[in-house]
């Protein structure tokens, strides 16, 4: 099983930058078989959304409020995604989940981190 542990979010002014890191843990066996990490977030009030995804291979996707703001990234020699966020709006306000799905079609959460884009 794989344990997730997000970092890097906080308060930021409009327009600003975050990057959030999510450090991945576990076997050797389930680290090697995350085939994806995805960032997702939720708003008050809203449904959770997909954000970025990359995959084993590098292969990215983004969300269409987010394309040419935020790129995701990944370390596998670390374990680790980034997610950088740049020209941050107050609607990218929200709490950030980090989750890896396996080739098996397993999925592990992180616990979430608040970004908050506010003057």
């Known amino acids: 099983q794989v344990q997730l542990v997000e970092s890097g979010g906080g308060l930021v002014q409009p327009g600003g930058s975050l990057r959030l890191s999510c450090a991945a843990s576990?076997?050797?066996?389930?680290?090697?078989?995350?085939?994806?990490y995805r960032w997702y977030r939720q708003a008050p009030g809203k449904e959770r959304e997909l954000v970025a995804g990359?995959?084993?291979?590098?292969?990215?996707n983004y969300a269409d409020s987010v394309k040419g703001r935020f790129s995701i990234a990944r370390d596998n020699a670390k374990n680790t995604a980034y997610l950088q966020m740049n020209s941050l709006k107050p609607e990218d306000t929200a709490v950030y989940y980090c989750n890896a799905h396996s080739f098996w079609g397993e999925d592990a959460w992180g616990q979430g981190t608040q970004v908050t884009v506010s003057s």
């Open positions: 576990g076997t050797i066996s389930s680290i090697n078989n995350i085939a994806w």
């Open positions: 990359i995959s084993r291979d590098g292969s990215t």
